[in-house]
């Protein structure tokens, strides 16, 4: 009866000692310490055992090891031969490896919390032995590489997250997400509003009641101004210059804003956002490969780049400008 128990604790610590190794070394450590950083108390527990991760591996290996040959003679004691043999085997791997591995691969984290007491204990026991191997792999191959995720796989992170009932991710968060990895590789001319669709004035233009019904059929709040030729952008007008009555009789050029900037329609949308963001303008004129003026960008384009939907408001004659120019 005494080698029947033995031999059930074995097997109890060589499902152990399987079960964490699969389960263990599947935690990577970038994940614990986000997880640390969340106030997960399952990855505090874990994460100083698993970051030293040929050691842990070299004593959980040693451990599974020593119980299956313990296990092995333990069987040849109550069976002989063939027999001792086939009674090993179909322990060890039903009992010993796949339903141990089944369980911790799906609770690693939960699992590997409560028993990482025993964990330190093997440590402690097989230190001499464990240490020095895995010194060795440490030096020969190196700390483990953190998992670095391309843009490409991450969106199909997200998207296989809000496919799934269990996470908080939902449409629009899954459809902000991608358009804010994305939107670095478009480049100006792709969001644009094109030169054909754009209302500008010319610098002479006397501002009076007739031009004001004009700037408010615009339906803009920001209108370039040229001078002698629509390529020769020289300032922007701005619907709240023309609030009041002090400018009536002036020209458009006199009370533009002078600060233009124009940019190339080849530039990648996240530089333009920063230019934004860093000049506290709102549109910028975009240059073609011949230097002359082929559309606006307004911070608003980048915008709904990022969140993928058109931001229309209650002035706004068309939903897309850029489609309306397609069809005109």
């Known amino acids: 009866m005494l080698n ?6 074995l097997l109890l610590f060589s499902a152990l000692f399987s079960g964490l190794t699969l389960g263990l070394m599947s935690l990577n450590t970038p994940e614990l310490k986000r997880k640390m950083s969340l106030g997960d108390k399952n990855a505090k527990k ?26 092995a003679i333990f069987l040849g004691s ?8 086939l009674i090993a085997t179909g322990l060890i791997v039903v009992f010993g490896e796949i339903i141990p591995q089944a369980i911790f691969s799906r609770f ?18 097989f230190y001499p032995i464990s240490w020095p191997i895995a010194w060795m792999l440490d030096k020969s191959l190196g700390k483990e ?17 809000e496919d799934t009932q269990e996470s908080s991710i939902d449409l629009d968060e899954e459809r902000i997400i991608k358009g ?13 509003t094109p030169r054909t669709v754009i209302t500008a004035f010319e610098f002479s233009q006397i501002i009076d009641e007739d031009f004001l019904e004009i700037f408010r059929e615009t339906r803009f709040s920001r209108v370039p101004v040229y001078k002698n030729s629509p390529d020769n952008v020289v300032g922007i007008l701005y619907l709240s210059q023309l609030l009041g009555k002090k400018n009536m009789g002036k020209t458009v050029g006199e009370i533009a804003n002078e600060k233009v900037i124009f940019i ?46 058109e931001i229309v408001d209650e002035n706004d004659k068309h939903e897309d400008l850029r489609e309306f120019a397609k069809n005109k």
């Open 108 to 125: 690693a984290l939960q699992l590997g919390a409560k028993v990482i007491w025993i964990v330190k204990i093997f440590i402690f026991i």
């Open 78 to 85: 109550i069976a002989s031969g063939l027999v001792a043999g």
């Open 264 to 309: 190339d329609e080849n530039e990648n949308l996240d530089t333009i956002f920063n230019e934004f963001l860093k000049t506290r303008q709102h549109l910028f004129l975009v240059k073609g490969e011949f230097n002359g003026i082929v559309g606006v960008i307004s911070l608003e384009d980048i915008l709904e780049e990022i969140i993928k939907s």
């Open 46 to 71: 874990i994460y100083p055992i698993r970051k030293e991760g040929n050691l842990l591996l070299t004593t959980l290996l040693l451990g599974n090891v020593a119980i299956n040959s313990a296990l």
């Open 145 to 161: 590489l953190a998992t670095i995720y391309s843009k490409k796989e991450l969106i199909k992170i997200v998207e296989e997250h």
């Open 180 to 192: 804010a990895l994305t939107f670095s590789d478009t480049i100006v001319r792709d969001v644009m």
């Open 4 to 9: 029947y128990f033995i031999i059930i604790i």
